[in-house]
């Protein structure tokens, strides 16, 4: 089943059938499209941020982001991340291509004194102002390797009506623009379907996998003599 809304103009349209009970709905450049756009961007970053959950839409590959360097250069050993990245999403980052990739252990960047004079397959990620990914200085790296690993990103911000929310059920962020548009007529009903749409994204997303609790039941069993 395809999600209720999906972009920015299903958004919109929402917003302005919900509140005003118009058909007609308001057009970029125009104050409320403006406001309502502004409001979308507000839910997208409380959902991104809430305490306590990492949002499995965020995590990606360095292969689907928009920029950063995808491709190794010799003897080169610090290589720009994407704009979106937030933190590494793994252990390893690979390098090579087809089937024959070798990895590199992501280690922390305060154990980097720790390995100040070893040759091993290691690098790790420079979280400063401008994160970058580096590699073990003391090995010469071969041009044109592709370069390989998973990330937690940003989420991303909506302007264009095209452009899609990430969240799994958008409708949240409909419900949280509504209840603060109607702040001053009271917003209980609003709020409270908002706060619902969120603790249900929030179960979802911690739901296991298929048969993962019944291969958990099966190996607890096995070992109580089953």
Known sequence: MA????????FVSYVNTLYNSSSSAPSS??????????????????????????WNELFVRLADASDGDKTTVKAQ?????????????GGYVWLGDNTAKTAYKIIKQQELQLYENNSENWCYFLMD???????NPNLTLAADYTINYAYYKYASKLSSSSDTFEMADPMFAVYFALAELKKEEGNAA???????????????????????EYSLINKTKQGFGY
């Open 77 to 89: 050993d610090s290589y720009d991340v994407p704009s979106d990245f937030r933190f590494p999403a």
């Open 190 to 212: 609003e709020l409270q379907l908002a706060q619902e749409k969120l603790s249900a994204m929030k179960v979802k997303n911690e739901m296991p996998t298929w048969l993962q």
């Open 3 to 10: 999600k209720i809304i999906n972009t920015l103009n299903d």
């Open 129 to 135: 102002g401008s994160p970058t990914l580096e590699f």
């Open 29 to 54: 450049g125009e104050e409320d499209y403006t406001v309502w756009t502004s409001l979308a961007n507000i839910a997208v970053n409380v959902w991104e941020n809430e305490e306590g959950i990492l």
